[in-house]
């Protein structure tokens, strides 16, 4: 089974600045098969990235994803009010499909 | 668009079973291509996948739940449904169901595209 580690636990960045996120993987992963969720309290995960790279429906260009093999990172350019949130990697492998435990992105 | 939405009790005993069900509508249960999954996340913690089911029955479960998990599929109601034995305290979380594209486009596959709003689900006597 594949586990997902997300660094860093907690992102504390202001409105503006870019925040870089990563995704670990504890064996290598298919690109094709890794996503990326936006999750707010209360509300239930948004589908930012799949395909390691490619951007979901609607997700305004500022996000983006990158990485192959066992790292890969979702990088958000310029932060706004609303991009304060919880993100989840998560991945496919052998039938199975795991998240890693988030990054928290909080205002700082 | 399709659409999702979890049904069930939202309080349990311990020891005895979670049901729940998820709807869909907009689109079809029938259609191959995507697995019909089950998520939970216990308050203020991570996601955590539990199993998924195809339209035609095949199901996975996450290793750590399997033995006490099982996914049905009833594609004449457009529902497919939870089942958690024995449960505990621990399964106190809330229950998501979700849709996963099961099939490549692109060279993109096997992630969520539609979700429920979650569903929370207590376990106490």
């Known amino acids: 089974e594949v586990v997902l580690t997300q660094s860093p636990g907690t992102l504390s960045l202001s409105p503006g600045e870019r925040a870089t996120l990563s995704c670990r993987a504890s064996q290598s992963v298919s690109a094709s098969y890794l996503a990326w969720y936006q999750q707010k309290p209360g509300r239930a995960p948004r589908l930012l990235i799949h395909g390691a790279s490619s951007r979901a429906t609607g997700i305004p260009d500022r996000f983006s994803g990158s990485g192959s093999g066992t790292d890969f990172t979702l990088t958000i350019s310029r932060l706004e009010p609303e991009d304060f949130a919880v993100y989840y990697c998560?991945?496919?492998?052998?039938?199975?499909?795991?998240f890693g435990e988030g990054t928290k992105v909080e205002i700082k | 668009q399709v659409q999702l939405q979890e049904s069930g009790p939202g309080l349990v005993k311990p020891s005895q079973t979670l049901s729940l069900t998820c709807t869909v509508s907009g689109g079809s249960i029938n259609s191959g291509g995507y697995f019909w999954t089950w998520i939970r996340q216990h308050p203020g913690k991570g996601l955590e996948w539990i199993g998924y089911i195809f339209y035609s029955g095949s199901t996975s479960y996450n290793p750590s739940l399997k033995s006490r998990v099982s996914i049905s599929v009833d594609t004449s109601k457009s529902q497919f449904s939870l089942k958690l034995t024995s449960v505990t305290a621990a399964d106190t979380a809330v229950y998501y169901c979700?849709?996963?594209?099961?099939?490549?486009?692109?060279?993109?596959?096997?992630?969520?595209?539609?979700w429920g709003q979650g569903t929370l689900v207590t376990v106490s006597s």
């Open positions: 979700a849709r996963v594209r099961g099939y490549c486009s692109a060279d993109t596959c096997y992630y969520f595209d539609s």
């Open positions: 998560q991945q496919f492998g052998s039938s199975l499909l795991t």
